[in-house]
């Protein structure tokens, strides 16, 4: 079985660029998170989809957002970046009666 | 609001036991987690424990539970080298098909030779 595949793997932007980050869950897997893990910081919550829409959102700013397909696959939008969004950004999938996450290796996105 | 607290850092020797320890403060946790990130890699699930549990144990993993103090631990029996990396404890009001989990910042934990 595939896991949680996330593309791309690392990407570089500049300040005030846009960027789409992509996750595409485990197959049968109807929730897909996003988390950022910024060095010092822990995993923070960014967003939560479920069946197209959108469950929860964590406490960042409107300029993160993101959308879910109906094939489950997600993406992840940053407008207007800024140095402090350097992270790495994880995905995760979860079937709606299953325990736990299952986590994807992450974008690592640096902005300079 | 919610908070997992982890302490940043534990050396043991290859062999020893490790223990890993994490405090929460939200009262509602209904479902614990241990998750293991290796360098480079996204988080895999370790192991889980239900609120109305005080112990659960799965091969060299023991979770132990304290709910009156919030205190959860994480015991490694026997660690190797490959079981070097951070650890995440995670906590979930419910079954986290339905809820997001906050994680603490994690503990770093370098097995030596």
């Known amino acids: 079985e595939a896991g949680v595949t996330q593309s791309p793997t690392h990407l570089i932007k500049t300040r005030g660029q846009q960027v789409t980050l992509r996750c595409s869950p485990i197959?049968?897997?109807?929730?897909v998170y996003w988390y950022q893990q910024a060095l010092g910081l822990g995993l923070q919550f960014l967003l939560w989809?479920?069946?197209?829409?959108?469950?929860n959102r964590g406490n960042f700013p409107p300029r993160f957002s993101g959308r879910q397909f109906p094939n489950y696959s997600s993406e992840l939008n940053v407008n207007a970046l800024e140095l402090e969004d350097s992270a790495l950004y994880l995905c995760?999938?979860?079937?709606?009666?299953?325990?736990?996450?299952?986590f994807g290796s992450g974008t690592r996105l640096t902005v300079v | 609001g919610e908070d997992v607290e982890q302490s940043l850092f534990l050396s043991v020797r290859e062999g020893d036991s490790s223990v890993i320890n994490c405090t929460y403060t939200?009262?509602?946790?209904?479902?614990l987690y241990w998750y293991k990130q290796e360098p480079g890699a996204g988080l895999q699930l370790l192991t889980y424990?239900?609120?109305?549990?005080d112990m659960k144990q799965d091969q060299r993993l023991t979770v132990l539970l304290n709910k009156k103090d919030k205190h959860l631990s994480l015991r490694i029996a026997d660690t190797q080298t490959g079981d070097s990396a951070i650890y995440f404890c995670?906590?979930?009001?419910?079954?986290?098909?339905?809820?997001?989990?906050?994680f603490g910042k994690g503990t770093m934990l370098l097995v030596s030779p």
């Open positions: 995760a999938s979860i079937y709606r009666d299953s325990y736990g996450y299952t």
């Open positions: 995670a906590e979930s009001p419910t079954y986290s098909g339905y809820s997001t989990l906050t």
């Open positions: 939200d009262s509602s946790s209904t479902y």
């Open positions: 989809y479920d069946e197209g829409e959108e469950r």
């Open positions: 424990i239900f609120s109305n549990m």
């Open positions: 197959s049968g897997h109807t929730s």
